[in-house]
Each structure stands twice: as C-alpha cells, then as structure tokens.
C-alpha cells in the first residue's frame, strides 16, 4: 500500500475516512461528533491527522499519513506544494479537481442558497483548462530577507512567512523569470526589504504582468515609497533576460495593510501597460486594472456569457456590465452590436476600457465610475431599462442594493459570473426571492491546481 507522510506536529492523533469536502478544497471527515477538515486529504482516503485546531462545531487537523489512498491522488508537480499557500489541489490528478469543483459547487449552491442543481445528467460542466500548469498571466510576489538573502515567493498557509519559490509551476515563466532578475539585482543593490512587523525596508513586492496574445511583459515594484535611484542597472537587465519586455513601474504601497498594491504608479521606464487581446480585440492592462488571471479560459468564459445574452438581449435596450474591469465583456458585447453601460470603481481600469474601447473605434459604450450598488440604483431610477445585465463582483459577492436594482429595472436576463460559491449561492437565493430562475449553470476552470472556483449561472425572469 502506497503511503504519504508528512511532518507530524502537536495534538491527538486521529484516525479518518474523508467523506466530504470544504470550500478550501480541505478533506472533511468526521471525529467526537465533529467535522474535521484535513487540508491535502482527498475523499474515499483512510488518514491518520493531528488536531491543530479545535472549535465547538469543526476541529482542523494536519495530514500525517494517507494510510489509504485514493486513486486520483499524484505525486505534485511543485516541491513547495503544501508549504506555500499558493495551490491546494496538486495533490489530485487534473481530471478529479474538475470533478472536485463540481461537487464544491453543487454543495455550496445546496447548503447556502438552498438550490438543488447537478442531480440530473451528472451535474454543471467544469469546463477543463487546455493548460493546467503554467497559465497564470499576473504574479505577485511578496519580498523578504531570509539568512542575509533577498528572496521571493508566496507566504505560507494563514501566515505572512515567504516561502522562497524559484519557479511557480502555475505561472507564466516568463514571470518567474522577471521576478528573479529583480531579486538578483536587489540583492547586488543591497536594497532595504520591508519588514512588515517593523514597518521598515522599501521593497515589498515585486509584479510581472504578461500579455498573453501579445507577448508584452510589464514588471512592477512595489515600494514603500519613492526612491532616487539609477534604473538603468535593472533595465538592462530585464531587456536581456526577459523575453517582451515593455515596461517598469514602480507602485507606491505606504500603508501598513494587506492591500498590495498602493493607488500611485510612477513610470520609471518603457509603457506602464501590456496589451491583451481577446475575440480579436485589443485590451489596455495597466498595473491595477483586473483581468482574469487566465487569459485562454477567459475567452471561453466570455464566449458563454456573450452566447447567453447576445440570443435574447432586446435590441436597442443597453446591456449593463456591472463590475466591468478594464471592460473586457463590455467591448464583447459592443462588437456584437449591443449598446453597453459599463460600471466599474477603479479609475485605472475605466481609463483603460475608455482608452481600448476609442482605440478599436467601438461605439455604443459608457463606461461609469463608482459602486455599483450606487450607479446602478440611480441610472434605474432615472429610468434605465436594460435589455439584459452581467455581474462580474468582487469574492464578497453583490451588494442587495444591486439585486434590488436589477429587479425594479425587471431586467429579462441576469449573467452571473462568480469566483466565489458562497457568495454566489447567497446571491442566486436572493434572485430566486426577487423573480429570477435559473437557467444555465457552467464553471469554467480558470484556476487549476487551486481551489478556487470560477462560475457562470445564466438567469431569466421568471
Ligand atoms: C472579478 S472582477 C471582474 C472584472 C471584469 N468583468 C473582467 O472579467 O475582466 C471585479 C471588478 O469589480 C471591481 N469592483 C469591486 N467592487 C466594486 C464595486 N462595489 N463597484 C464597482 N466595481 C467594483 C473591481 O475593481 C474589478 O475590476
């Protein structure tokens, strides 16, 4: 029998048959009439693990040993998986993360929002990505010293600890690859690293953002403050050695929070953006402008959402797209010929949808800026009735203003695309509520080797 063993800590001892499964991917068994949940466990699996954590309702143990493994379970692809906080589903093979996920998710919708779905035809489709490693376009990589070394990396589970990491088995290489030219030439410049317990030091991050279709690469710092310095060093560097490279941007991160990055950017060299494109169309990704992490399932995922509401958007009636980013699904829909209101809070990312949307001559765009759960409200009380509205949040799901608005604008089509179960089970509850139903449920991985869950529920009015 095949077993894996891990370094065992403090706390009983528990033997486990891992039944379910928790929304951090987590195995979930049961012990003293309590869920135990078992991160790197998967279910059907036979587990020693020790109790690290012990609530009333839920204990949380350490993997010690898989006495009995199950069949999906593959040696990792990255040797820091486990200590970096990064991936949680290395541990099962591609196939059984989707079906993972799947379950994740019909779960969630069930015990949340009270939803049945998945008892038919085996369940929503997890729409598998074509490369389940090396696909992250953006990474940020927080900067520490460690033994007189400057070193990047990811911190650890529930920590701040840099674990150091060479090469991330999740993104771009070409990431890596500016990230460790910045390290090498921070180490040669003897630059001061932050210190987030002493709130001393400069350098706390250290991005690199690719264009997939265009092959840009743009690197940024993140500092502390502005710094007077020769870049040329740097510069050259990353033109030698990293493949597309098109630009440095320093960002300026003074608070003392969590928040990576700070609202200032300075150009210190080359374009402060790369391009992207997706359908043909050309994107402008500016330093703190979102865009999905996942160029190539992006394009799926917008191909179903465009697929659902260019069949039944009422021509002439405008369709909203609420949290629009850099207004990726606005410029979509726009090539379709469908009018679009754009809402959207950071100024960067409407700056960039303006910029790519006059730049490819589209027409029948606005985009806003401000919260959605305030635009929204107000473009409906002055009498907007769109033909169809896609919501794109944030993990902390929708505001009810939002969902309040939409209704009163008895808007005939929802898009829903979520990268949170939770949240979006909470929400669909609510729709359900204010005269929605569901209508098509499709999760498009767009995060392998993680847990996370990316989701596109398709609703009309009922
Ligand atoms: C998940 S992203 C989606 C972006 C875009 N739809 C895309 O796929 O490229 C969520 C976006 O909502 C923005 N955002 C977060 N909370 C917001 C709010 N309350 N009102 C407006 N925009 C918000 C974020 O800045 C981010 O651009």
């Given at each position: 029998m095949r077993r894996t063993r891990r370094a065992p800590p403090g706390g009983p001892r528990l033997r486990l048959l891992i039944e379910g499964l928790g929304s951090e991917g987590e195995g979930v068994g049961r012990a003293q009439g309590r869920a135990v949940f078992v991160p790197f466990a998967l279910p059907g699996e036979r587990v020693l693990a020790r109790v690290v954590h012990a609530g009333a309702r839920r204990l949380v143990a350490e993997l010690d040993e898989v006495l009995e493994p199950a069949p999906e379970r593959v040696r990792p692809p990255c040797p820091v998986f486990g200590r970096c906080g990064g991936c949680q589903l290395q541990h099962a093979g591609y196939s059984a993360q989707l079906a993972l996920k799947r379950r994740l998710l019909v779960e969630t919708l069930r015990s949340v929002g009270g939803l049945e779905v998945?008892?038919?035809?085996?369940g929503p489709r997890v729409l598998a990505a074509p490369e389940p490693l090396g696909y992250r376009n953006r990474g940020q990589y927080p900067v520490a010293r460690q033994a007189r070394r400057v070193v990047t990396g990811f911190f650890a589970p529930r920590s701040h600890a840099v674990v150091p990491v060479e090469a991330c088995a999740i993104h771009d290489p070409r990431v890596d690859q500016a990230v460790r030219v910045v390290r090498a030439w921070a180490q040669r410049e003897r630059l001061r690293v932050y210190d987030e317990e002493r709130r001393t030091g400069w350098l706390r991050h250290v991005m690199a953002r690719v264009g997939?279709?265009?092959?840009q690469v743009l690197v940024v710092l993140v500092g502390r403050h502005e710094l007077r310095c020769d870049w040329r060093a740097l510069t050259r560097e990353l033109g030698a050695r990293v493949p597309g490279v098109v630009g440095l941007v320093l960002n300026l991160q003074p608070a003392s929070s969590n928040v990576i990055l700070g609202r200032r950017s300075l150009p210190?060299?080359?374009?402060?953006h790369v391009e992207e494109s997706l359908f043909g169309l050309r994107f402008r990704l500016s330093v703190g402008s979102f865009f999905q992490v996942n160029t190539r399932q992006a394009e799926q995922l917008f191909g179903r959402v465009r697929a659902f509401l260019g069949e039944a958007a009422e021509r002439g009636r405008p369709v909203v797209d609420a949290y629009s980013g850099v207004g990726v699904l606005a410029q979509v829909l726009a090539q379709a010929n469908l009018p679009v209101v754009g809402i959207e809070v950071v100024p960067q990312a409407v700056a960039d949808a303006r910029a790519s949307a006059r730049a490819q001559g589209l027409g029948g765009l606005e985009f806003h800026e401000g919260l959605v759960e305030e635009v929204l409200p107000r473009l409906v009380a002055r009498g907007l009735r769109p033909g169809a509205v896609v919501l794109d949040p944030p993990r902390k799901g929708c505001e009810p203003a939002v969902l309040e608005a939409l209704a009163r604008s008895r808007v005939p089509r929802v898009a829903y695309v979520s990268c949170h179960p939770g949240t979006l089970a909470r929400d669909l509850a609510e729709l359900r509520t204010l005269g929605y139903r569901l209508h098509t449920l499709e999760a498009v991985d767009?995060?392998?080797?993680?847990?996370h869950v990316e989701t596109f529920a398709g609703l009309v009015r009922a």
């Open positions: 998945g008892e038919r035809d085996g997939v279709a265009s092959g210190l060299w080359g374009q402060p767009m995060f392998p080797q993680t847990a």
